[in-house]
């Protein structure tokens, strides 16, 4: 199939239209498009099945979002009318690898699904990251001479060699990279310091290891396997180092990438989540934590693959925290934007900003138990339905603060509120949920967005009957536009004690649990608040 496609593109800035043949590539589901020649001009993904049509395509070119021409060529030759045979990204989290034994499994897991041509995403090994990030802390205070003597670096490849060992692989492969660990160990020690740079080079090391060592490890049983840095297969990001976000011209460059290097020689290939290159700096970034799923969904995307897998300690996503309330149960299906919201607003069992190219792309995620696969888990899709669901899952988001903004001056007044905003704004802080009356904001300070829908109502009104009964005083609610989410801020004492209550009342018996009597302390304290999604 000839992939060269004829678009006519409309400026968003002129709106002059102007006919443009812009040769693309093409993977199984989605083609790209480069705007412009210019290197700040950005990709732009649209659904293959426009992609034969002479059409007027009318795009909004963001500021600040780039992308590289080399790359887009380069991927348009290897791409160019083929579709990617890989079909799934599976993911698995740090406590999915964190032994040799889970590796063990998490192979034979992946050998069962072997029709399925996987690519695989992998975290560090357990708590590794966390051990790095000591590792690195202590460090700055320690001294040279005493680097080696660093506890957490003695864990961290006493864990490696361990496993390397276990699983019966050359210590080389991972040797290097224990000595360059050390090295920088000591160059932290010599300069007393630990930016945010360093500090994501530092946790770099985490991915790179474990990605090696599963890669091996399959090659020794047969299967064979190729290990990729994301940061060297076109994860390009901000430079806000770790939090960076992933810029267009990853998906295009990770597509061909990958691709093509199936075509040429075909290996499972295991990518390093988390991990990217900042686009000024060309220094390692990291994606925030938990960041190997939003990896894992830039490939999906990237390749328009048929489903993105992430595999968890857990039975999927659950009603609620499992470690606040061990009652918690899966919850089988959830939209994008249910999942999204749940993971602004704390629920550590997805990162943030994962949803947005599954939902962009339009791939389904299922979230899975490495530990339990026969478990059905959670499939996260665009829609589902919502005929029966008053409630989905409680998150807890503790030390958020909320601030009282009270003003005789906003009466019959215009330009307040926006006064308030731009001083957030200004000083670079978030709001997370707002209400107001004629003289008074409130507001808590974190990022979210927020919604209403019809049976808003019947749920909130339900769970302050829940609270009132158990004595526990909301302080503020807040609904927004996002459909999705209603939070409740209650005092931080409290909050802990909620969770039992209101899933007893949403997800158990009719019988609600009594709170203990709390101590409602009034000191204008940070609160946290229960987001009811
Ligand atoms: N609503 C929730 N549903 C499922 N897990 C949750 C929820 N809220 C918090 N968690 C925690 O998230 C953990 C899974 O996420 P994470 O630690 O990132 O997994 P991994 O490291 O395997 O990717 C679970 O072990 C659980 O303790
Ligand atoms: N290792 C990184 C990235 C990650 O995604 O980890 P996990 O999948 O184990 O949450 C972290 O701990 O943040």
């Given at each position: 199939m000839a992939a060269s496609i004829q678009f006519a593109l409309q400026s968003p800035i002129t709106g002059n239209k102007?006919?443009?043949?812009?040769?693309?590539?093409?993977s199984s589901r989605f083609c790209y498009i480069k705007l412009g020649t210019e290197p700040s001009m950005r990709w732009v993904c649209v659904k293959r099945k426009c992609s034969y049509d002479r059409r007027i395509l009318t795009v909004s070119c963001q500021k600040g979002v780039t992308s590289s021409s080399k790359e887009g060529e380069a991927w348009k030759q290897s791409l160019d009318g083929e579709a990617t045979p890989l079909s799934v990204v599976m993911k698995f989290g740090g406590s999915s690898v964190a032994s040799a034994e889970r590796i063990k499994e998490v192979a034979d897991l992946i050998i069962s699904f072997s029709e399925e041509r996987p690519v695989i995403v992998l975290s560090a090994m357990g708590k590794t990251t966390n051990k790095l990030l000591?590792?690195?802390?202590?460090?700055?205070?320690?001294?040279?001479?005493?680097?080696?003597?660093?506890?957490?670096?003695?864990?961290?490849?006493?864990?490696?060699?361990?496993?390397?060992?276990?699983?019966?692989?050359?210590?080389?492969?991972?040797?290097?990279?224990?000595?360059?660990?050390?090295?920088?160990?000591?160059?932290?020690?010599m300069m007393k310091e630990l930016t945010l740079r360093t500090r994501d080079y530092l946790v770099s090391f985490g991915e790179c290891?474990?990605?090696?060592?599963?890669?091996?490890?399959?090659?020794?049983?047969?299967?064979?396997?190729?290990?990729?840095?994301?940061?060297?297969?076109?994860?390009?990001?901000?430079?806000?180092?770790?939090?960076?976000?992933?810029l267009e011209a990853t998906y295009?460059?990770?597509?061909?990438?990958?691709?093509?290097?199936?075509i040429k020689d075909s290996a499972i290939p295991i990518v390093t989540g988390f991990l990217g290159k900042g686009w000024k700096t060309c220094a390692v970034?990291?994606?925030?934590?938990?960041?190997?799923?939003?990896?894992?969904?830039?490939?999906?995307?990237?390749?328009?693959?048929?489903?993105?897998?992430?595999?968890?300690?857990?039975d999927g996503v659950l009603t609620c925290d499992p470690n606040i309330y061990p009652k918690a149960r899966p919850v089988p299906h959830l939209t994008f934007e249910e999942a999204a919201e749940l993971a602004y607003f704390g629920a550590q069992v997805l990162h943030p900003q994962s949803m947005r190219p599954a939902r962009e792309g339009d791939i389904p995620v299922r979230v899975k138990n490495s530990y339990n696969p026969q478990a059905p888990g959670t499939v996260i899709t665009?829609?589902?339905?919502?005929?029966?669901?008053?409630?989905?899952?409680?998150?807890?988001?503790?030390?958020?603060?909320?601030?009282?903004?009270?003003?005789?001056?906003?009466?019959?007044?215009?330009?307040?509120?926006?006064?308030?905003?731009?001083?957030?704004?200004?000083?670079?802080?978030?709001?997370?949920?707002?209400?107001?009356?004629?003289?008074?904001?409130?507001?808590?300070?974190?990022?979210?967005?927020?919604?209403?829908?019809?049976?808003i109502q019947q749920a909130s009104t339900e769970a302050f009957n829940v609270l009132r009964k158990n004595g526990v005083n909301v302080q503020m609610i807040s609904?927004?536009?996002?459909?999705?989410?209603?939070?409740?801020?209650?005092?931080?004492?409290?909050?802990?004690?909620?969770?039992?209550?209101?899933?007893?009342?949403?997800?158990e018996s009719d019988s609600l649990p009594e709170?203990?009597?709390?101590?409602?302390?009034?000191?204008?304290?940070?609160?946290p608040s229960i987001s009811l999604l």
């Open positions: 102007r006919n443009s043949t812009t040769s693309i590539g093409v000591l590792a690195g802390e202590q460090a700055v205070c320690c001294g040279v001479s005493n680097v080696s003597e660093i506890s957490e670096l003695g864990l961290i490849k006493e864990l490696h060699l361990k496993t390397v060992l276990e699983l019966g692989l050359d210590k080389s492969i991972i040797s290097v990279l224990l000595d360059e660990l050390e090295q920088l160990l000591k160059g932290i020690a290891m474990s990605t090696r060592i599963f890669a091996a490890y399959l090659n020794k049983i047969g299967v064979k396997a190729r290990q990729y840095d994301a940061f060297d297969i076109g994860f390009i990001t901000t430079d806000d180092f770790t939090n960076a976000d992933i295009p460059a990770v597509a061909k990438k990958l691709h093509g290097d199936w970034t990291t994606l925030g934590r938990g960041g190997s799923d939003l990896t894992a969904t830039t490939i999906g995307k990237a390749l328009g693959l048929r489903e993105i897998q992430v595999w968890k300690d857990v665009k829609e589902r339905d919502m005929s029966k669901a008053v409630l989905t899952s409680i998150v807890l988001k503790s030390n958020i603060t909320m601030l009282d903004i009270v003003s005789t001056r906003m009466l019959g007044q215009y330009g307040f509120l926006a006064k308030v905003f731009s001083i957030f704004e200004d000083l670079g802080i978030s709001v997370d949920c707002v209400a107001t009356s004629e003289v008074s904001i409130s507001v808590t300070l974190d990022p979210s967005k927020l919604w209403s829908r019809e049976l609904q927004g536009a996002s459909k999705v989410n209603i939070s409740l801020i209650v005092q931080d004492s409290e909050a802990k004690q909620c969770v039992p209550a209101l899933h007893a009342a949403f997800f709170l203990e009597e709390a101590g409602f302390s009034d000191n204008g304290a940070p609160v």
